[in-house]
């Protein structure tokens, strides 16, 4: 009986994180479509909204908790509770990417500037997809999915450099506009960052089904700076 109750509180906690993740991937596909409208309105909702998905990892967490000092769960439970509460924290993170792609367009108003709109479109469409993915592959413990799943990111990556070499080539011909095209490199960053983050739920996959911690890296990516 305890078995039962322990497997079903399990399934609940990942049914409120496959929630969680829903509203990260509405939230981070909205955020892009305000900055391409250049809707101030919708961005503003989106940005207040965040504070929903905060609420719900808090939530979950709380449930993880309550279960590993009441349950005491060993061996493969364990490592899926404990899962939970890294992916409830990386889902929050990638929330907060998509508020801050909304708290750009409110700084940007309605100031006329070249928007690199199709490669971050593109970059938010895979990124939500790997993401959809890798949720899905951690409620089924599909660890040669997740496994899969980063190879992914290089397609992200490339967009990436292209947005910013947009960026770079627009502040260098148009100075006078230099500080609203640098708001434009942190929503660059933040959509490549949310498929980095990918990554991070693919490896607890792989950990809970095989007991094993695995880099799933790609290629190395070019440091610039320091």
């Not at 040669?144 to 490339?158: E, F, G, K, L, S």
């Amino acid at each position: 009986m305890a078995r039962e109750n322990l497997n079903l509180q399990i399934h609940l906690i990942q049914d409120e994180l496959l929630v969680m993740g829903s509203m990260v991937e509405q939230a981070t596909l909205q955020a892009v479509q305000a900055l391409k409208n250049r809707d101030i309105n919708a961005a503003r909702l989106i940005y207040n909204n965040d504070r929903q998905i905060n609420e719900k990892r808090y939530a979950v967490e709380s449930a993880v908790l309550i279960l590993i000092a009441t349950q005491q769960p060993l061996a493969h439970d364990l490592r899926l509770l404990a899962a939970m509460l890294e992916i409830s924290s990386e889902l929050e993170r990638m929330g907060d990417y998509a508020k801050g792609i909304c708290k750009v367009v409110i700084n940007l108003k309605d100031i006329e500037l070249p928007i690199p709109v199709k490669e971050f479109e593109l970059m938010a469409e895979k990124a939500v997809n790997m993401f959809h993915r890798a949720l899905a592959a951690f409620v089924s413990e599909d660890f040669q999915t997740a496994r899969a799943i980063p190879a992914d990111d290089d397609q992200v990556d490339q967009l990436f450099i292209q947005a910013q070499h947009f960026i770079v080539h627009t502040m260098l011909e148009k100075p006078a506009i230099l500080d609203h095209m640098n708001l434009l490199l942190w929503v660059a960053h933040n959509l490549e960052r949310m498929a980095d983050r990918v990554t991070n739920i693919c490896e607890r996959t792989y950990f809970i089904a095989t007991g094993e911690f695995l880099e799933l890296e790609t290629e190395p990516k070019d440091i610039q700076g320091d």
